[in-house]
C-alpha cells in the first residue's frame, strides 16, 4: 500500500484539522477517536508517512519503532487502563477495513470488550 498524503490523519499531523490530542512526542500523535467504540478509544499514529503496520516496520528506523512502541505504552499509563485491561488492535487493508491509509494503533479500554474477533 503506497503512502497517500491526503489522509485525515496526515491532514491531522500536518494541523490542517483538528484533533482532541492526549500525547504527542516526536515520533507519535495520540487523539481520541472520533467514533469511539468503547468508553477509552484512543488512537496512535506514528509521526512518519506509513500506511500499515508492515510499511511502518519494513521503511521506519529503529528510532523511530522503539519510539512509537514507548509512545504507545505511555499513552496506556497515562490512560489509567492497565488495571482494568485494554485491548491494542490495528486494522491493515481491505479485508480488516482499514479506512485511514495512515498507520494507527488503536486501544480500547474501560468495559468488558468481548472475546476475540471472528471472521
Ligand atoms: P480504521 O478502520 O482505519 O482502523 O480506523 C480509523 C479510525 O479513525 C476509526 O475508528 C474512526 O472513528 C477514526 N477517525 C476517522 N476520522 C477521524 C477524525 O477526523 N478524527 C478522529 N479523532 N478520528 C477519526
Known sequence: MSYDSSNIFAKILRGEIPCDKVYEDEFALAFNDISPQA???ILVIPKGPYASYDDFIASADDAEIVGFQRAIAKVIGEADIIAGGYRLLSNTGVDAHQA????????????????KLVA
Not at 485511514?100 to 472475546?115: F, M
Open 39 to 41: 468508553p477509552k478509544h
Open 100 to 115: 485511514v491509509p495512515h498507520y494507527h494503533v488503536h486501544i480500547l479500554a474501560g468495559a468488558n470488550l468481548g472475546g
